[in-house]
């Protein structure tokens, strides 16, 4: 089992950046596909953005496509999230999952995080 605890959410103006970050617990961290996923009120959950668990594979939404980059530190059990060209709907929340494989579907993740919000002001 892992717990999964993101940081570095917060208010940014369209064009900014900002840089997530997940820390799981826990010693098996490596075995684990990552994930983040997003929610904006209203709206279902959606995938943003997948690392596979060495982090030689990532995929990506083709609406972050070029201006979102995931990667991991096995050595520190944390998996990040860099946003750049931030738009307004990006606003949301950006939830961290941890799974078997790399998929785009939040129900293949078995552990989630709580969440941390972004919100990105025109």
């Known amino acids: 089992q892992v717990q999964l605890v993101e940081s570095g959410g917060g208010l940014v103006q369209a064009g900014g950046s900002l840089r997530l970050s997940c820390a799981a617990s826990?010693?098996?961290?490596?075995?684990?596909?990552m994930a983040w996923f997003r929610q904006a009120p209203g709206k279902e959950r959606e995938f943003v953005a997948t690392?596979?668990?060495?982090?030689?594979?990532?995929y990506y939404a083709d609406s972050v496509k070029g201006r979102f980059t995931t990667s991991r530190d096995n050595a520190k059990n944390t998996v990040y999230l860099q946003m750049n060209s931030l738009k307004p709907e990006d606003t949301g929340v950006y939830y961290c999952?941890?799974?078997?494989?790399?998929?785009?579907?939040?129900?293949?993740?078995?552990?989630w995080g709580q969440g941390t919000q972004v919100t990105v002001s025109s």
């Open positions: 999952a941890a799974g078997a494989i790399t998929t785009f579907q939040a129900r293949d993740y078995n552990y």
């Open positions: 690392i596979s668990r060495t982090g030689g594979s990532t």
């Open positions: 826990g010693r098996t961290f490596r075995t684990y596909a």
